[in-house]
Nanobody, 121 residues
Framework: QVQLVESGGGLVQAGGSLRLSCTASGSIFSINAMGWYRQAPGKQRELVATITSRGSTNYADSVKGRFSISRDNAKNTVTLQMNSLKSEDTADYYC???????????????WGQGTQVTVSS
């Protein structure tokens, strides 16, 4: 019903930058919060940053001042600009969207397939 497609991961040296994007498509009536989560090998998935439809943002302490989240409501897209990357940012990054779907107007959480970010020191 709803698909999230991510792009922009890759390999970067410490101190470098990457930009992740995620676009939602399908039976979308509206999207409340969108965000990015990450999961490093052997660790639990953790919140990186979220943004509401009105633009209110929330960041994990570990990325404050280095990462910036933004969204384009008209395009159902959320972007994560990651600067000053550190080796500890290495993880699989997942897009999330809280979507109200058409017809039933039920609200569901949807996830992207994940994109790998590797920061070499």
């Amino acid at each position: 019903q709803v698909q999230l497609v991510e792009s922009g991961g890759g390999l970067v040296q410490a101190g470098g930058s990457l930009r992740l994007s995620c676009t939602a498509s399908g039976s979308i009536f509206s999207i409340n919060a969108m965000g990015w989560y990450r999961q490093a090998p052997g660790k639990q998935r953790e919140l990186v940053a979220t943004i509401t439809s009105r633009g209110s943002t929330n960041y994990a302490d570990s990325v404050k001042g280095r990462f910036s989240i933004s969204r384009d409501n008209a395009k159902n897209t959320v972007t994560l600009q990651m600067n000053s990357l550190k080796s500890e940012d290495t993880a699989d990054y997942y897009c999330n969207a809280q979507v109200t779907i058409t017809v039933t107007f039920a609200r569901h959480d949807y996830w992207g397939q994940g994109t790998q970010v590797t920061v070499s020191s």
